[in-house]
């Protein structure tokens, strides 16, 4: 029986290496049977236009997580129309989950700085608990968290590795520039990028 599940929403585009170790330290850290990621749809917060699709983005989570049977990619936020809030997607999987199943949300702590603008946060903070992972540049100031968002440090797990310095912007940014970016993206994904032509311009 499934009783503890990690959801991990990101724009992944691309998925990287980056994500792939964080959502198996966090699965290892809070015992979890197994990680779903979630592609957003729209990104209330991130309103330039992404450099793959949609189904791209899915696509490439999909051939990233084929070789390990607790990563599951959804296509929840994707057939959703905008916009994408992460407090809907978290009810929705709760429901489905049932009220027995503990929900750990991932996200990076550049993520976590970010919360107090997120839609209904309150709400979200007091349906699931975070799994939040170091980010190398990113300083957490719990205490001004904590007053913006009552309750939210008894929430947090942290993820204290291992810090990978890469963000997929720096990997649209190498492709556009003709600069490698393998091993910095598993092997399938990085024949998908190359096979279609991504991040070229
Ligand atoms: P972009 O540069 O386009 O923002 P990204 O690499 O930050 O891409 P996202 O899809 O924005 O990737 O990230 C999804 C989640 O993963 C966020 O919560 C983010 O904080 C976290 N994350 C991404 N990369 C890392 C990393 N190298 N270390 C820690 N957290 C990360
Ligand atoms: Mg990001």
């Given at each position: 029986m499934i009783e503890r599940v990690g959801i991990y929403g990101g724009t992944f585009d691309p998925v990287h290496v980056g994500h792939l170790a964080i959502a198996e330290e966090a699965r290892w850290i809070c015992r979890l049977d197994r990680v779903v990621l979630v592609p957003v749809g729209h990104q209330p917060l991130k309103p330039e236009p992404h450099a793959a699709t949609g189904a791209q983005r899915l696509r490439m989570l999909e051939l990233a997580c084929?070789?390990?049977?607790?990563f599951v990619p959804s296509d929840i936020e994707l057939r959703r129309p905008p916009p994408s809030y992460s407090i809907d997607t978290l009810e929705v999987l709760q429901a489905q989950f049932g009220s027995a199943v503990v929900i750990y949300f991932i996200l990076g702590a550049d993520a976590l700085i970010d919360l107090p603008r997120w839609h209904r946060v309150a709400d979200l903070v007091a349906l699931v608990q975070l799994a939040v992972v170091a980010r190398p540049g990113y300083t957490v100031d719990l205490d001004g968290l904590e007053t913006h968002v009552p309750g939210i440090r008894e929430r947090i797990t942290w993820i204290?590795?291992?810090?990978?310095?890469?963000a997929s912007t720096d990997l649209r940014r190498r492709c556009a520039a003709g600069q490698p970016i393998r091993y910095q993206v598993p092997d399938p994904v990085y024949a998908y990028i190359e096979e279609h032509g991504l991040y070229r311009i």
């Open positions: 084929a070789s390990n049977a607790a204290n590795g291992p810090q990978l310095a890469i």
